[in-house]
């Protein structure tokens, strides 16, 4: 398959629309049509559902759009770095994110970086850490912020200074609100909104100890505060989550007790060529957290 055909096939999928897909690639739709049928025999499945007005992607054809965006990523940000030689540090850094307070110092790492090096840009991808590390395999990103519990034996990594503290989201007028911290026999029975990563469910339950049979999870989410805090607000449950600025008067974050806190690694694959421009920020970013031990 050509890159090029990958690029059609995923303007079709997102246009829903032969037509005006091939308006935007500037071909005509015959030929779009054409190119569309030879992917789908050379590949010798059906990609499309046709319809008088529409198309719409099959199950196959939902795989390849995940991987054809995969591989269209990766061409062109291997296609930036080798355009960025010289000794002038320039081009992209893409790291994989969290929802976690350490964004902030390494919001810092990365505006410190560019006043030094303005020809850098960055660009974020927020999600949970199995997509990231997903992603980090595929080569898409570069680096990872990645809360723990996670596997990183295939990362070289650097350790982020603030610690993770679990808090149960609630609303106000919740009985537990008048509370200064709440403990497992608290949340016994109580409706739970808790993270979908198996090794964060885990560290829920061992926090649980022998009251987990207690433990009654009505909905899981892998990532966003906001979706948590709308479900939270609308009666759902309780959310466990990590401690974030909670400044709604509707809700409000009570801390666990005994106390639960998760670390975070800033990640990278060992064994593989890394460009100019991350090599330099991994210094930056050593450099900074060391400066940092130094400060306590």
Known sequence: MELR???YFLTVAREENITKAAALLHITQPTLSRQLMQMEEELGVQLFRRGKHNVMLTEDGMLLRRRAQEIVDLAEKTAKELKHGGENISGEISIGCGETQNMKPLSEMIATFQQRYPDVNFSIYTAIADD????????????????EP?????????????????????????????????????????????????SVRNVLENWFGYDKEKLHVVSTCNISHYNQSVMVESGIGMALVMEFSCNQDTLCLRPLEPALESGCVLVWKKNQALSPAVLCF??????YLEKIAQEK
């Open 150 to 198: 996670v596997e990183i034996s295939r990362y070289q990594y650097m350790r982020m200074p603030l610690k993770e503290k679990w808090h149960v989201l609630m609303r106000r007028d919740s009985r537990l609100a008048e509370k200064q911290v709440v403990t497992p026999n608290d949340l016994a029975e109580v409706p739970l909104i808790i993270a979908k990563r198996q």
């Open 282 to 287: 991994i210094e930056h970013a050593k450099e």
């Open 5 to 7: 055909i990958l690029k």
């Open 132 to 147: 990231v590390k997903e992603r980090l395999e595929n080569g898409i990103l570069d680096m990872g912020l990645l809360l």
